[in-house]
Each structure stands twice: as C-alpha cells, then as structure tokens.
C-alpha cells in the first residue's frame, strides 16, 4: 500500500557521495523536527526528469525558503555516484537540493512508490511524486498518474498546494 497524507515515513538509510566516499544518511535525522520538500524520480539523467523535474525545483527553491522549508531533497533509485555527477549537471547540488540514493530501492519499496517498465530499462524505480514532510510525517503528497509526466509533482503545483 502506497503511503499518503497523515502517514509517518518509515525508518530510512539512504546514501549520498561525500567527501570521503558514499555516506549513509538517516531520512529520520533530515525530518524530525523540521519541514521539508521530498520529490522523487524514476532515473537520474532521464528524460523528464532530467529537463523537467529537477529544474522546476531549482526554480522555486527560493519560494520554498520563504514558506519555512528547511530542505529539498530528491530521492533516486540511483547510486550515490551517478547523484553526484547528476546534481552537478543540472544545478541542483550549486541550489542546494540534497541528492540522495536508494539504491536498492528499500525505501521507495517500503512507501509503495516503486515501478518496473522493462521496455525503458527501468526495474525497482520510483515513481514521480512530491511531498511535504512535517517532523516525518506526510503533510501533502503528489503523485503523478504516469511517471513519464511531470505537472503535479513539480515545484510550482507543489508550492501553490502550500
């Protein structure tokens, strides 16, 4: 069953390239006590995701900011490697959104949000969705109908839900 509004997030470990190496970040330890943006991709480097997903967050982040959200995160079935280099590419590290791996897909499979589209190469990904986290417990979710769309979980329909 997929998680929704008034739902806590499960326990976490997801993992992040930093300067010594992969890291493992607790989700708990970036949401108790504090109010953040999480969104969620099918694949680092991917169309939609790519061009519009991650921009629409970069664009708002300031927005965000000024609603009192102390982080943006995005969540990838991805390695911490390929967050890197990809948070590089499109800005989003330079804007201060954190790119963090779920490389095994644990988390996204604990909320319900994963997927498999074999004719695309994607197996055990997450789907797109948006959602505002209040001391690690859901206060808003976005999910997108098709993965391959990106209107309700960009940051513009996510800061006027706010």
């Known amino acids: 069953m997929a998680i929704s509004k008034g739902d806590t997030l ?13 890291e493992q970040v607790a989700l708990k330890d970036l949401t108790a006590g504090r109010k953040v943006v999480i969104f969620a991709v099918p694949g680092a480097f991917t169309g939609v995701c790519h061009s519009a997903h991650v921009p629409s967050f970069i664009r708002t982040k300031d927005q965000f900011d000024a609603k009192g959200v102390d982080d943006i995160i995005c ?5 911490p490697f390929v967050l890197k280099a990809w948070g590089e590419a499109t800005g989003a590290t ?11 897909s644990t988390f996204t499979k604990a909320i319900g949000m994963d997927f498999d589209a074999p004719p695309a190469g994607l197996i055990g990904r997450s789907k797109r969705y948006a959602m505002i986290v209040e001391d690690g417990k859901v206060t808003l979710l976005n999910e997108e109908a ?13 800061l006027e839900a706010l």
């Open 75 to 79: 969540i990838a079935v991805n390695d």
């Open 146 to 158: 098709n993965p391959g769309e990106c209107e309700v979980s960009a940051g513009e329909a996510l």
């Open 94 to 104: 330079d804007a201060g959104i954190a790119m963090l791996g779920d490389a095994e």
């Open 10 to 22: 499960p326990e976490a470990t997801l993992v992040k390239l930093g300067a010594d190496g992969p």
